[in-house]
């Protein structure tokens, strides 16, 4: 299996903040990894597919780049939507996904 | 708006059985791949199975964790597709999701991502 980990853990930040969360591959997945956005009571919204192209009707604050076994979810200016817990999803290994462990953005 | 809709959770004691719904609307389910998957609580996102449509012979996959104890099935009539959980056990007390598959094209590679999901159905068992 393809093992998939998040840094930090958890994360506080204000308003405005510039952000980036890690995502590494237990092996290299090219460029098979999304990202996603948890909410509690919300539907999880897809963010970023193909490790850095934006999901449609997604705000262009969210970016993601990287290839093989490292990868990053920036968000350039927080919003108070922001604030929930992301994870990186691998989809080299269609359909048998892994996820990351997530990393829950709070307000500082 | 496209959506899906989990039905079906509820309180079950540990060894019985629960069947979950998950309905589509506003696209034809039947062109695609379905996932389940769910969230325990204080854990992150698991992924349980997935079905294939149809047109690609509408076979599953399952996660280790269930193999054996929960059957992915789907009723395209109704764009409904089902997981039916058997032998339940504690640590199954989850939030439960599907999900749509969907591709994408790129540099010549097929690249899945799960571009829809519902809201979840919470599922506790306890005695």
């Known amino acids: 299996d393809i093992q998939m980990t998040q840094s930090p853990s958890s994360l506080s930040a204000s308003v405005g903040d510039r952000i980036t969360i890690t995502c590494r591959a237990s092996q290299s997945i090219s460029r098979f990894l999304n990202w996603y956005q948890v909410k509690p009571g919300n539907a999880p919204k897809l963010l970023i597919y193909a490790a850095s192209n934006l999901q449609s009707g997604v705000p262009s604050r969210f970016s993601g780049s990287g290839s093989g076994t490292d990868f990053t979810l920036t968000i350039s200016s927080l919003q108070p939507e922001d604030f929930a817990t992301y994870y990186c999803q691998q989809s080299y290994n269609t359909p048998l996904y892994t996820f990351g462990q997530g990393t829950k953005l709070e307000i500082k | 708006e496209v959506q899906l809709v989990e039905s079906g959770g509820g309180l079950v004691q540990p060894g019985r059985s629960l069947r979950l719904s998950c309905t589509g609307s506003?696209?034809?389910?039947?062109?695609?791949?379905m996932s389940w998957l769910r969230q325990a609580p204080g854990k992150g996102l698991e992924w349980l199975g997935y079905i294939r449509s149809k047109a690609y012979g509408g076979t599953t996959e399952y996660a280790a964790s269930v193999k054996g104890r929960f059957t992915i099935s789907r009723d395209d009539s109704k764009s409904i597709a089902y997981l039916q959980m058997d032998s339940l056990k504690t640590e199954d007390t989850a939030v439960y999701y599907c999900s749509r598959d969907k591709w994408t094209i790129l540099t010549g590679f097929y690249f899945y991502y799960m571009d829809v999901w519902g809201r979840g159905a919470t599922v506790t068992v306890s005695s």
């Open positions: 506003a696209f034809t389910s039947g062109d695609f791949g």
